[in-house]
């Protein structure tokens, strides 16, 4: 059983004035960089999820693949271009993990594995709801990419508007271990706590 690895970031990074969100340095690497040395141990292989001009990736040296629903649906669209290049490569699982959240366990995959259903997603302590969804972080079964291509040909944007359809489970991790970067403000945070 194989898994491979998609790295999501292909969102407009609105928030942060636009442009590639992972491309920002944090100390000495950047975010793309530091989230390709977590993940990469973690799994078989890693592709990068992006749109627009992906040879302004060539330099990662990853496999990067395109959104193929338009029009920016969002983070399950990056899914399923992870999960299509995945079956291409005679992968049964996929990773998905997102390019803005550097500091992500590095035992992601490990414990994600520990669990039988289809889909499932990291999630971390919440006080008043018991656990809160991480669920650009999941684990994903290859085999289930054409009921998400139905779902988002349907207009389904939601990861949890589809997760919970097939039966998701929630594995909780860490208060602070999804910490992820939408403003200059959570840079400058990340500058003085992440390792």
């Not at 977590?38 to 992006?50: E, K």
């Not at 299509?84 to 699982?93: K, L, M, N, S, V």
């Not at 990773?95 to 992601?108: E, G, K, W």
């Not at 490990?110 to 669920?135: F, K, M, N, S």
Request: glycine content about 10%; charged content about 25%; aromatic content about 6%.
């Amino acid at each position: 059983m194989t898994e491979c690895a998609v790295i999501l970031a292909g969102g407009q990074a609105n928030r942060m004035g636009g442009g590639d969100k992972g491309r920002l340095m944090l100390g000495d690497r950047s975010l793309i960089q530091r989230v390709i040395e977590r993940i990469t141990p973690q799994v078989d292989a890693v592709v990068l999820n992006a749109n627009g001009d992906l040879s302004r990736f060539d330099d990662l040296g990853l496999p990067v693949v395109a959104d193929s629903i338009s029009d920016f649906p969002g983070p399950l669209a990056g899914v399923l271009a992870g999960m299509d290049w995945a079956a291409e490569h005679g992968h049964e699982w996929l990773i998905s993990v997102a390019a803005d959240t550097p500091s992500f366990p590095r035992d992601l995959a490990e414990r994600l594995a520990g669990h039988d259903t289809p889909v499932v997603l990291a999630a971390t302590p919440d006080p008043e709801r018991g656990r809160l969804p991480q669920p650009t972080f999941g684990r994903w079964q290859v085999a289930l990419r054409h009921e998400l291509r139905a779902a988002l040909n349907d207009g389904v944007r939601k990861i949890r508007q589809w997760t919970q359809a097939q039966g998701e489970t929630l594995v909780v991790f860490g208060e602070d271990d999804f910490f992820n970067i939408n403003t200059p403000e959570d840079l400058a945070w990340a500058e003085k706590h992440l390792k």
